[in-house]
């Protein structure tokens, strides 16, 4: 079986994100009929695919020894931070900005979990 290149693992789940999004925005809401919202669905689709489908195609473009060979001992690691992180998240009493900064340590932390599952996979551990 042919696996695809990480630019096309990027670009074509971006486009389809963007693409499903807009579909269902104008399914959903029959305000977002117009090409005007439509393309906003789809920017926003397509941005949300990005964020979604780069740490995959990061994962499969570099494969470092270290990551492969440490793999399980740091994927340990970060699911302990990602839990961390949404607990944070649930239980948010720091004002305003408490919420974006545990957005951002869940996004990172997610984002290391799909580069070290490719890792995982590769050493079969």
């Known amino acids: ?15 389809m994100t963007g693409i499903v999004c807009a579909a269902v ?11 005007q919202l439509a393309s906003i669905g ?4 397509t941005v949300a695919g990005l964020i979604l489908f780069a740490p995959l195609a990061a994962g499969e473009a570099t494969r470092p020894g270290f990551i492969v060979r440490h793999a399980g001992r740091l994927d340990r690691w970060s ?8 607990g944070y998240w649930l239980f948010d009493s720091m004002g305003e900005f408490g919420g974006v900064a545990a957005l951002t340590i869940i996004f990172i932390c997610a984002g290391v979990r799909v580069y070290l599952a490719n890792g995982i996979r590769q050493t079969g551990a």
Request: glycine fraction near 10%.
């Open 1 to 15: 079986m042919k696996f695809l290149r990480p630019v096309a693992i990027l670009v074509l789940g971006a486009l």
């Open 25 to 35: 925005g104008a399914t959903v809401y029959p305000d977002m009929r117009s090409l």
């Open 42 to 45: 789809l920017l926003i689709g």
């Open 79 to 86: 699911a302990f931070l990602l839990a961390m992180g949404l």
